[in-house]
């Protein structure tokens, strides 16, 4: 039921010069069809890129009405054969877990149909694993700005209670009308900003890795991810009235942040650090779930890019570029001098790995126990080995500290962004209590193999030193009010 294209467009009543330049070397998605009033022209796209495939429409209760109904009509207009759409139940709310994979992936199995899924994130994702898993292509027509997975290689689902990035190829083709999008709830808004503008800091966790030999950046894939954000989230105020024009900055952002993923392919680097990793902690731990709605991805991000922000802060002196565009003052005093690390204290207090496996079973329970020492022990290093990291950074620090800080924005930047728009900034707004958000800081980094801030402070051994100087008198965290 494949139909390969040769070729890759962006349909795009405004220009898209950044979305069109990425699509020419895109793996997966042929077609990117954005602007006003293009949803009456999902029908055209589908036969573009599946000729005369039978379509069947996925959605759920709320997506349905939203733009399913219009979706289903430009097909059929399309002269397109349509199977009975597949309308899953939005309440409970549906969520992205492995087991509705399985659900959906045998509700199309006896449809010789490829799926065009309309909805959000929990959605595609769904859409997306489903059709890889019975070897089909699919496309995606997305209603809210919500996340940066569209176009994203891999689909986060949760399986066993651990979330994961499972892989399987991105839609052939998006539709997304900015009428549709800027009518979705402010939440959902909110959420797609939060999901961005983690980009920030997760870049500078990329820059350590690569500083250090442990992860080189892909110059392309890195483009894709940063290219955009100072336009994407250049009009909060649009976007929170609902000018639709607003949203075609964000919904560029949130594109191309998936098409960086699909770039990279390896894993999610180019999108996510370790302020994503706040948020599958608390996602793995059911924060927000009883909520209805619930707490969504974003929201979580947000909060814990404002975390991870405020801890970069304390490393390496407050931030100035990102969304602001310039480097400012990197040479300037501030930060923890890293340059003046004592090697053989942080060597000498290393623990054994029985020794780390041991701290991670002791920091989880149930499903969430297995995968994390899996993640954990992928990066040990022996004491020798860290020994070489550790002299590494104690040499370049001074550049290490220089790119990262070129890199970021101040904590309170993107805090005041987040409340501008409606989201989550402060961790009692979503019930968590100091010590558990404290907490989150030294249990996430074990939750992904993936080399953050967070693994540069625990094996120089000042994490908890660190997190705790956000809480106290003068810190970041102590100088925002907590009832309680």
């Known amino acids: ?39 009456a022209r999902t029908g055209q796209v589908f036969t573009e890129l599946f000729g005369q495939a039978r379509g069947v429409v996925v959605a759920d209760g709320n997506t349905w009405e939203a733009a399913g109904r219009a979706v289903q009509d430009s097909l059929r207009q399309a002269g397109v054969e349509l199977a009975e759409p597949c309308v899953l139940p939005a309440v409970p709310t549906l969520y992205a877990d492995y087991r509705n994979v399985e659900l959906l992936r045998e509700r199309l199995r006896d449809l010789d149909a490829v799926a065009c899924s309309v909805g959000s994130g929990t959605l595609n994702d769904l859409a997306k694993l489903a059709s890889e898993e019975l070897g089909r292509r699919y496309m995606h027509v997305c209603t809210a700005a919500s996340m940066d997975g569209y176009a994203a290689f891999g689909a986060a689902i949760t399986r066993e209670g651990f979330k994961q990035t499972m892989t399987c190829r991105a839609p052939q083709g998006l539709v997304a009308d900015l009428d549709v999008i800027a009518r979705a709830p402010r939440r959902c808004t909110a959420s797609g900003v939060g999901d961005l503008i983690e980009k920030i800091p997760a870049g500078a966790d990329w820059i350590l890795a690569d500083e250090l030999g442990i992860e080189p950046i892909d110059h392309e894939a890195w483009n894709l991810a940063q290219g955009s954000l100072g336009r994407a989230v250049g009009d909060p105020e649009g976007l929170v009235a609902g000018r639709a024009e607003a949203f075609e900055g964000l919904l560029e952002g949130l594109v191309m942040s998936g098409l960086s993923m699909q770039r990279y392919r390896a894993s999610s680097r180019p999108a996510s650090g370790a302020g994503h990793q706040f948020s599958h902690t608390w996602e793995m731990e059911h924060l927000g779930a009883e909520q209805e709605p619930p707490l969504t991805h974003g929201f979580k991000v947000g909060l814990g890019t404002v975390a991870v922000l405020a801890l970069w802060e304390r490393v390496v002196g407050p931030g100035s570029a990102g969304s602001a565009g310039s480097a400012g003052d990197a040479d300037s005093a501030g930060g923890t001098d890293l340059g003046a690390l004592d090697v053989d204290a942080a060597v000498a207090a290393w623990p054994s790995a029985e020794q780390e496996e041991a701290r991670v079973r002791a920091s989880f329970t149930g499903a969430m126990v297995e995968p994390a020492v899996r993640q954990t022990m992928a990066k040990y290093v022996s004491a020798e080995e860290l020994r070489q990291r550790l002299e590494l950074v104690r ?45 989150t800081y030294l249990r996430s980094r074990m939750i992904r193999s993936r080399y953050t801030l967070l693994d540069l402070l625990y094996q120089a051994g000042v994490l908890e030193a660190e997190v705790d100087a956000l809480f106290c008198d003068g810190g970041f965290w102590a100088a925002r009010p907590w009832s309680r």
């Open 395 to 439: 040499r370049s620090w001074p550049q290490v500290r220089r790119r990262c800080r070129a890199q970021l924005v101040a904590a309170a930047e993107v805090e005041s962004l987040l409340r501008r728009v409606g989201g989550v900034y402060h961790p009692q707004q979503v019930g968590l209590s100091r010590q558990r958000f404290r907490d």
């Open 1 to 39: 039921m494949e139909h390969d294209q040769e070729h890759h467009q962006e349909h795009d009543q405004d220009g898209g010069d950044l979305v069109q330049q990425a699509l020419r070397d895109a793996d997966d998605t042929d077609v990117v069809l954005r602007g006003r009033g293009v949803l």
